[in-house]
């Protein structure tokens, strides 16, 4: 069967979901969409969830298994990659790495829990073409640096 994703959502679990919905809604402009009493709910448009920021048990911590990273593909360029680094330090976001996948640009970075999220963009726009070139160059993520803005 084939399944057809239409969109998807992630959930964290967080230290704190109160903080954490702050900190996603500075950073990353989301909005609150919903709330219980150990989780917050938060949406980057009029769809009801995006990311959910659920309470972590006591003496939780990340660990070597799970969630290596959540990519948010945003519309731009390379200026606009250069911008969000900028805002980024702005705000005192650990950046992990700038990366190269041969089709498009990665900026890596922790939330305050810890969890890596990307901010990345598609430099090959012809699906058929950045599959074959992806793959012909081995799915690679070379570092590279670049000045914030």
Known sequence: MQIDILRTHISLFVTDPDASALWYADVLGMHESARGEAWVMMAFGSKHHDIALIKAEPGAHQGGLGLQHYGLEVAGDMTTLRELYGMLLSKGVEIVKITDHEIGNGLYFHDPDGNRLEFFFETEHDDAVAKAR?????????????DPL
Not at 134 to 146: D, H, L, M, Q
């Open 134 to 146: 992806f793959k012909a160059a081995g799915a690679p993520s070379r570092n590279f640096t670049v």
